[in-house]
C-alpha cells in the first residue's frame, strides 16, 4: 500500500519578478511512499522532489560549528542576535525562507526474529538548495543615551547534501534479561556563497561605517553515534539492574575564501578604507563517551532507582587564516588558534517513582562533578576549573476524575560554555561585528518551574487548558559589546548574574448550540528579563509580549467547515540604559478557512492570513501581508485517485515580514518568498486500504513511531 503523488504548476508574475526566482515559472511538488507489511516484516520507501519551500523527510544538514560565533553558522547566539552579520557569516535560514528545491529518498525496513527480538534500519538521502535574498533594519542601543541604525542585505545560495544511517535492535537473551543497540551516521557536505554588504548610522542620520564582503565557503560533516544497554530484571517485584555505555564522534571541516571592505567614517566625514583578502580553514574532532549503572528496587508500593554516570568530552578545533597579499599567501597569528578541551562529568543520585491509579511522583536528585581542562595550543595556556552542581527535580501528575489533569513539573540543568565561547581569538568574518571567545567562561545554572491545567467535559464539549513556565538562569552566559566612535562593534561572552523568562497562557473554548458554532479563546504572555553589557555599562532588557485571540467555528461539519478569527499581539520592549529606544507596538492577524463538500467527491477549500505589522516601529513602510490560497479536489476511480487544482498566495503578498528583538535590539527582517502560483495534483493510492486517507495516514503514522 502507499501513496504517489505529482504536481506540476507554474507562477502568474511578470518575467522581471520571476527572473529573481529559481528555476522560472515551473513549480513541481513529487511525493512517493510504498510500503510491504506482513507479520514479521515491514518494508518501506519514500521519496519526494519539489522547488515550492516543502521540507521533505529532515532539514538542517547544514555543517556547523555550535557556540557564539564561527566561519559558518545557522544563526545567532544567546541575547537575540539576528539578522545579517551577526557574528560570522550564516547558513541560511528556515526552510520557508528564500526559495528551496528539494530532493529526497529512504529506505526503512524492519524485521522480527521472534518475541522481544528484532531489528530496525533507516537510510536517508537528502539534497537542499536554497536561495535567500534579505534585508534587514536593526535599531541598536550602542550606549547610555546613544543608539544607532543598522541596516544590511544578503544574498546566499547554499547546498547540502546528507547521507543519513540508523540501526536499531533488541535482541531478548531470556525473560527480564535483554540487549537493545542503536546506531546512527551521518555523512554531509555544504556549500556556499554569500554576498552581503552593511550601513550603520546615527539616530540623526550622520553615517559612521559601511561594509561589504564576498565568501565562498565548502563544508562536511562526519557524525556517528552508538549505544548498548544491558538490562537484567532480577525479581518480579521491580528489582532490575541496567547498564548503558555510548559514544559519539563527530569530524567536521570548514575552508572558506573571504573578502571584505569596510569604509569607517572620522570626524569632519572623512572616510577610510580598509580591505581584507584571506583564505580560512576550520577542522574539528569530538569524542564523547558515556557510562550509566543504575539500580532499581521495590519500597513500599513505589521504585527506588540508584544511578551514577560517567561522562567525558574530548573536543580539539583549529583555526588556520591566511592573508592574501600581492598573489601570495601569509600566515596571519593573530586569528590563527588551536584549541582543546576535555570536559569530565561524574554524577550520581536518587530517583523515587510512585505511581497510584490517580497520581504519578517522581522525585529525584543527583549530585553532578565537572572538570574542565583546555589548553590554547598557541599561547601554551591552559584553562582548569572544578564545578560541583546539585541538580534536583520534581515531575506530579494528578487525574482529578475523567475531566480533570495537574502537571507539575520543577528540574534543574546547567549548560557549560561552547568551544567557541571559550577561544579567546577574534573572528574577523564581519569586520564591523568582531567577536571574541573568553577561557574563562563558566557554567549557567538553570532553574525551570512548569505547571499545566487540562480540563474537558465530553458532554458539554467545554474545554480549558492553562499554563505558566518559569526560566531562571543564574551565572548566564550573555554579550558584552563595545562600540566605538565608527561604530564598530567588538564583543565577547561573559558571565553576569541572571535572566529569567515567564510564559503563561490559557486556552478556552465551549459550544454555542443555539448558534451551531464554537467559540474559541486563546491568551498567551511571555515576559523576558535580559541583559548585557555596553561599553563595560550593564543594560537591563524587557520585553513584554501578550497574544489574544478570538475564533468561531461551526460545529456540524458534515457538508461545510468554517473558522475565522483575528489575533492581536501586544509588545513592550524597554532598555535601562536609553529608555529613547524604548517600543510599544502592535500587530494584528486577521484569519479564515473553509471548506465545503458535495455530491461527486469535491471539495473547495481555502485559507487567509491578513497579517497587519505596526508602522510606529520601523516606519509607514509597505509591510502588510495577506497571504489567500484556494484548493478543488475530486475523487474519482472508487476513491483511489485525487485530483486537486490548488493556488497559492493569489494576492502575491507574500513578503517574508519579521520583527524580533534582542536584549539591546529591535530589528525587521524582509526576504523575499515565493509568489504566487498554480498547481495541479495527482494523488494516487496503492493498495487496497479503503477510506479517504484516516486509514492509510494511520498506518504511516504508525510504522514512523515504531521506527
Do not use: C
Not at 535560514?93 to 518475541?115: C, I, P, Q, Y
Not at 576549573?385 to 480533570?404: A, C, D, I, K
Amino acid at each position: 500500500f502507499g501513496r504517489v503523488v505529482g504536481g506540476l504548476g507554474g507562477g502568474l508574475q511578470p518575467d522581471e519578478v520571476i527572473e529573481a526566482q529559481p528555476t522560472g515559472r515551473t513549480r513541481y511538488h513529487e511525493t512517493l511512499n510504498v510500503n510491504r507489511f506482513s507479520s514479521t516484516t515491514q518494508l518501506a520507501l519514500l521519496g519526494g522532489a519539489n522547488n515550492v519551500n516543502e521540507p521533505g523527510f529532515a532539514w538542517g544538514d547544514f555543517v556547523s560549528f555550535q557556540g557564539g560565533a564561527g566561519v559558518v553558522r545557522r544563526g545567532g547566539g544567546r541575547g537575540g542576535d539576528a539578522g545579517v552579520g551577526a557574528g560570522g557569516i550564516q547558513l541560511g535560514g528556515g526552510r520557508n525562507d528564500g526559495f528551496t528545491t528539494t530532493l529526497v529518498l529512504g529506505a526503512n525496513a524492519s524485521h522480527d526474529f521472534g518475541e522481544e527480538r528484532w531489528l530496525r534500519t533507516s537510510y536517508f538521502f537528502t539534497d537542499l538548495e536554497n536561495t535567500l535574498n534579505r534585508t534587514s533594519e536593526r535599531q541598536q542601543l550602542l550606549d547610555a543615551g546613544t543608539g544607532g541604525l543598522f541596516n544590511a542585505s544578503e544574498r546566499t545560495r547554499t547546498g547540502n547534501t546528507s547521507h543519513r544511517l540508523n540501526l536499531n535492535g533488541n535482541y531478548r537473551i531470556s525473560a527480564g534479561h535483554d540487549v537493545r543497540v542503536r546506531g546512527n551516521l551521518n555523512v554531509g557536505s555544504s556549500s556556499m556563497t554569500a554576498v552581503e554588504s552593511s550601513s550603520a548610522r546615527t539616530l540623526d542620520g550622520r553615517p559612521r561605517n559601511t561594509a561589504a564582503s564576498r565568501a565562498l565557503v565548502d563544508g562536511r560533516d562526519l557524525t556517528g553515534n552508538g549505544s548498548l544497554t544491558w538490562r537484567k530484571r532480577l525479581a518480579d517485584n521491580g528489582r532490575a539492574l541496567v547498564a548503558t555505555f555510548g559514544v559519539t564522534v563527530r569530524e567536521p571541516e570548514l575552508s572558506a575564501d573571504l573578502e571584505t571592505l569596510t569604509d569607517v567614517y572620522l570626524a569632519g566625514r572623512e572616510s577610510a578604507t580598509e580591505r581584507v583578502l584571506q583564505e580560512q580553514k576550520r577542522t574539528g574532532r569530538t569524542l564523547n563517551l558515556t557510562q550509566r549503572l543504575s539500580w532499581t528496587e521495590p519500597v513500599g508500593g513505589a521504585l527506588l532507582e540508584i544511578f551514577g554516570q560517567r561522562r567525558t568530552a574530548d573536543e580539539d578545533q583549529d583555526n588556520t587564516v591566511y592573508d592574501l597579499v600581492d598573489g601570495g599567501r601569509t600566515l596571519n597569528d593573530d586569528l590563527t588558534s588551536a584549541f582543546q578541551r576535555s570536559y569530565t562529568y561524574l554524577s550520581g543520585g536518587l530517583r523515587f517513582n510512585r505511581t497510584t491509579e490517580h497520581a504519578r511522583l517522581v522525585l529525584a536528585t543527583q549530585v553532578q562533578r565537572s572538570h574542565l581542562e583546555g589548553t590554547i595550543l598557541d599561547r601554551d595556556a591552559r584553562v582548569d576549573n572544578h564545578f560541583t552542581h546539585l541538580l534536583p527535580s520534581v515531575n506530579l501528575r494528578l487525574q482529578m476524575g475523567e475531566t480533570r489533569t495537574v502537571n507539575v513539573r520543577y528540574l534543574t540543568s546547567t549548560r557549560e560554555p561552547s568551544m567557541t565561547e571559550l577561544q579567546p581569538f577574534a573572528d574577523n568574518s564581519n569586520p564591523t561585528r568582531i567577536y571574541i571567545g573568553n577561557p574563562d567562561l563558566t557554567p549557567e545554572y538553570t532553574h525551570r518551574f512548569n505547571v499545566d491545567y487540562r480540563f474537558f467535559d465530553e458532554f458539554t464539549f467545554v474545554n480549558l487548558f492553562t499554563y505558566a513556565k518559569l526560566a531562571y538562569t543564574t551565572n548566564v552566559i550573555t554579550r558584552a559589546r563595545t562600540y566605538d566612535a565608527r561604530a564598530i562593534e567588538t564583543s565577547r561572552p561573559v558571565n553576569l548574574d541572571h535572566d529569567w523568562r515567564l510564559d503563561a497562557g490559557a486556552t478556552y473554548g465551549r459550544p454555542v448550540r443555539r448558534l451551531g458554532i464554537q467559540l474559541n479563546l486563546d491568551y498567551a504572555t511571555t515576559y523576558t528579563r535580559g541583559v548585557e553589557l555596553l561599553n563595560g555599562r550593564e543594560n537591563r532588557s524587557r520585553s513584554w509580549r501578550n497574544d489574544v485571540a478570538l475564533s468561531v467555528e461551526n460545529r456540524d461539519k458534515e457538508v461545510f467547515e468554517l473558522r475565522a478569527g483575528a489575533r492581536l499581539s501586544f509588545n513592550h520592549v524597554a532598555y535601562s540604559l536609553n529608555p529613547e529606544l524604548n517600543r510599544d507596538y502592535v500587530d494584528r492577524i486577521v484569519f479564515g478557512e473553509g471548506m465545503v463538500r458535495w455530491g461527486g467527491g469535491w471539495t473547495l477549500s481555502g485559507q487567509f492570513n491578513w497579517t497587519l505589522y505596526d508602522d510606529q516601529v520601523f516606519g509607514a513602510a509597505d509591510r502588510n501581508v495577506a497571504m489567500l490560497n484556494a484548493s478543488l479536489s475530486r475523487f474519482v476511480m472508487n476513491d483511489r485517485v485525487e485530483l486537486s487544482l490548488s493556488a497559492f498566495d493569489l494576492l502575491n503578498q507574500n513578503k517574508g515580514v519579521r520583527v524580533t528583538s534582542g536584549a539591546s535590539s529591535l530589528q525587521e527582517t524582509r526576504t523575499e518568498s515565493l509568489g504566487r502560483y498554480l498547481m495541479l495534483r495527482v494523488n494516487y493510492r496503492l493498495g487496497n486500504l479503503t477510506g479517504r486517507g484516516g486509514g492509510f495516514r494511520g498506518l504511516a503514522a504508525r510504522s514512523k513511531m515504531e521506527r
